[in-house]
């Protein structure tokens, strides 16, 4: 259980990402693709649903025991925070109102907020399309862990500690690696938040509002669906950089699973992913991929030759225009 790993440093390469050739060669095969396009009209209401349907929880923890309120905020709280957190990493692609309403979709983003408590869709939108842009890249792309989280989180007790405590890293990622001017959208974002925040407590006390912090919490920690964190990019084979899971659980994540084909498209929709597979299918089939976002997070904590240092990394070249 202490001891320590191998690896010491990320994986560091001297190429581009692999995406922007493995688009330009699969539109330039199947150009039909560039019909899948464009928002999802289904969108915005499956986000207003799941945004009442915590605001009915809400109210029905008001009263319960204390025991109750923990038990439903791990077993469903957690799971419809999670998924609105991936609500909008969809709507940060401009998926629910297109691009050409681009600030529709920002303040959608924030009343998609509400639910999670923790004001953050302002800020994920700037440093998200950083991370398509620059995937990998050193000072720029802050999906990828610190030099603090690789050197301590090193062993498995540690790598263990760390999941629980992913949401904090997320949150504070930023401020380490790439800061960045506070704009008034996150500011209105913060102002939105905490106003709703007061108002859940002055309404119906304390219980909903540890149901909502709590659930956010949980369900980006230790939980089946928080696997994707590491699905997504980290290197369980060298060289391989994304990775697809093609499991039930992308059925309450908006297709996120469907990484390859994500990064490939990031203007394609979660629900038109599974297309872009079945249509351009031999670019996919022999690429990496996961069937169970569980047994990812049992093999990050138990392998000892996978840590946060299981990413590649690149030195950028040229011009870099951030979000």
């Excluded at 999802?40 to 009915?56: E, G, H, N, S, T």
């Excluded at 540890?210 to 964190?229: E, K, N, Q, R, T």
């Excluded at 994500?262 to 992913?273: A, K, W, Y």
Aim: aromatic share 16%.
């Amino acid at each position: 259980m202490g001891n320590r790993l191998a690896r010491e440093d990320y994986e560091w390469v001297y190429t581009d990402q692999p995406h922007a050739d493995r688009r330009k060669a699969i539109l330039a095969k199947y150009p039909k693709i560039k019909t899948l396009m464009g928002p999802d009209p289904r969108l915005k209401w499956i986000v207003c649903m799941m945004v009442v349907i915590q605001f009915v929880a809400f109210y029905l923890v008001k009263d319960l025991d204390w025991k109750w309120v923990l038990f439903w905020t791990y077993a469903f709280g957690s799971c419809i925070n999670h998924s609105m957190t991936l609500a909008i990493h969809e709507i940060s692609h401009n998926t629910a109102f297109g691009n050409n309403k681009a600030m529709w979709n920002r303040y959608f983003a924030i009343f998609a907020n509400l639910p999670i408590g923790l004001p953050y869709s302002a800020s994920f939108k700037r440093y998200h399309l950083d991370h398509h842009r620059y995937l990998g890249g050193d000072g720029i792309d802050v999906d990828i862990p610190t030099d603090f989280e690789g050197w301590f989180f090193c062993t498995r007790f540690r790598k263990f500690i760390w999941i629980i405590l992913q949401p904090l890293f997320y949150a504070i990622r930023p401020l380490c690696i790439n800061p960045k001017p506070i704009t008034q959208l996150e500011m209105t974002n913060v102002a939105f938040q905490v106003t709703f925040n007061v108002l859940l407590y002055w309404l119906w006390g304390a219980k909903p509002v540890v149901y909502m912090l709590a659930g956010s919490m949980l369900g980006m920690g230790l939980h089946p669906i928080s696997g994707h964190f590491i699905a997504e990019h980290y290197m369980f084979l060298k060289g391989h950089e994304t990775y697809s899971y093609y499991g039930s659980l992308n059925l309450l994540t908006f297709n996120v699973g469907y990484h390859n084909e994500h990064h490939d498209f990031p203007s394609i929709p979660g629900r038109r992913l599974p297309m872009v597979k079945e249509i351009a299918a031999e670019y996919y089939a022999d690429l990496p991929q996961y069937t169970s976002w569980v047994k990812v997070l049992y093999d990050f904590i138990m392998d000892d030759t996978i840590s946060p240092y299981s990413r590649i990394k690149r030195k950028l070249k040229g011009e870099v225009k951030q979000e």
